[in-house]
């Protein structure tokens, strides 16, 4: 049984392969080919068991799971004061949506799940990514469980920690000391001359990672809505670089609303590092043309796993449709909403803390119940 058709949600050409569409690259813009959304009707929240093999039929897989118990991270109540204040009138309730907790310690499980159970079903004995780390690792341990090979192209920059996980996973990791463009130049060389199944994005500009692995993160707005079943989510935010989580948590929600099963969408709030926020900057955009078109300088900070020239355009979409925004923080923001964290017991990578950094600003209106998906541990970047 073959995979369902994948189409591109901008233009409606139909798609071929992983690169995105070919069309809309043409024009400057990555747009991921996402298959058909799925009909939830008939299904109850309370019934949901989580993760992304939970409901049968909602992913694109034709064959078995592959699966590490992934799903199901807990959400964590944070003080939105500091200790010893009292909250200022009319705040509201922010949670940390923990995807730590998931088996290799990132949100990234999700996407490998499913991504892996798509290469066994295509016949595939080798999959890729290219990877500042926790997809790497994921991919790594996801293709383990699967019996399949797995190389990781990756850089210098990676933390040890991260670089001892991929390797203790039996992937064969490939070290690239150029830009992250010529990395993944050379990924989609062993794609296209290898046969390799890609995992993650490689074309230029990014389109974001294999659609079929991408639709593992609609199981985040499956078990946010379910858990604060009868409450209104008034934001979700999510540190945001080529959008895949971000598109994908949206495409959840969508689905949800369209079966009955929630009252309301929540806004997407995309979080960015100052130093890389195409999204950010595409939105002070008047024009939803010149928003497709924005590129920025991406510059190195400390959420070394984000970053990107152009925001991607399924993140956009879904922008768009919850009437979402987009914020940018500094490093000293950052690394001080990572010092907070570890007061209230969390070791979080910047790249995580980036979502909660954001969600304690003014994007968010007092007396909103919010969530921040915290998408990795912090405790990789500790070893070494």
């Given at each position: ?264 969408v929540p806004r997407l709030v995309a979080a960015e590092p100052a130093r890389s926020a195409p999204f950010t900057a595409a939105l002070r955009c008047a024009d939803r043309a010149d928003q497709e078109l924005t590129r920025v300088t991406d510059r190195p900070s400390v959420a070394f796993s984000l970053g990107e020239e152009r925001p991607c355009w399924q993140g956009l979409d879904a ?66």
């Amino acid at each position: 049984m073959a995979p369902p058709p994948l189409h591109c949600p901008r233009c409606g050409s139909p798609a071929e392969g992983f690169e995105g569409c070919r069309s809309c690259a043409s024009e400057g813009i990555g747009v991921n080919t996402p298959p058909p959304l799925v009909d939830l009707t008939g299904h109850h929240l309370a019934a949901y068991p989580g993760g992304p093999w939970g409901w049968p039929g909602t992913l694109p897989t034709t064959g078995p799971p592959v699966t590490l118990g992934e799903g199901n991270t807990p959400n964590i109540r944070l003080r939105r004061e500091l200790p010893g204040s009292q909250p200022p009138a009319g705040t509201g309730e922010l949670w940390l949506k923990y995807e730590g907790g998931n088996p290799t310690g990132s949100h990234k499980d999700r996407a490998m799940a499913a991504g892996v159970a798509a290469a066994v079903a295509a016949g595939a004995g080798t999959v890729v990514a290219a990877s500042s780390g926790n997809a790497g690792a994921a991919a790594a341990a996801y293709a383990a469980r699967a019996g399949l090979r797995c190389v990781v192209f990756t850089n210098e920059q990676v933390p040890a920690g991260l670089r001892a996980q991929i390797d203790a996973l039996g992937a064969e990791r490939v070290v690239h000391r150029g830009s992250s463009a010529e990395r993944n130049a050379a990924m989609a060389q062993s794609v296209a001359e290898r046969g390799w199944y890609p995992l993650t994005s490689y074309s230029s500009p990014s389109s974001g990672g294999n659609p079929y692995a991408n639709e593992g993160y609609k199981s985040v707005a499956y078990e946010l809505a379910r858990d604060f079943a009868g409450r209104a989510i008034g934001a979700v935010v999510v540190p945001t670089s080529r959008a895949d989580l971000l598109a994908g948590i949206g495409r959840g929600f969508r689905e949800l609303a369209a079966a009955g099963l929630v009252a309301q969408v929540p806004r997407l709030v995309a979080a960015e590092p100052a130093r890389s926020a195409p999204f950010t900057a595409a939105l002070r955009c008047a024009d939803r043309a010149d928003q497709e078109l924005t590129r920025v300088t991406d510059r190195p900070s400390v959420a070394f796993s984000l970053g990107e020239e152009r925001p991607c355009w399924q993140g956009l979409d879904a922008l768009w449709r919850s009437r979402g925004t987009a914020v940018a923080v500094t490093d000293d923001a950052i690394m001080a909403e990572c010092r907070r964290l570890a007061a209230e017991g969390l070791i979080m990578e910047p790249s995580s803390a980036v979502a909660v950094a954001v969600a304690r600003g003014p994007a968010v209106a007092p007396g909103e119940l919010v969530v921040a998906v915290g998408t990795a541990t912090g405790l990789k970047g500790l070893v070494g």
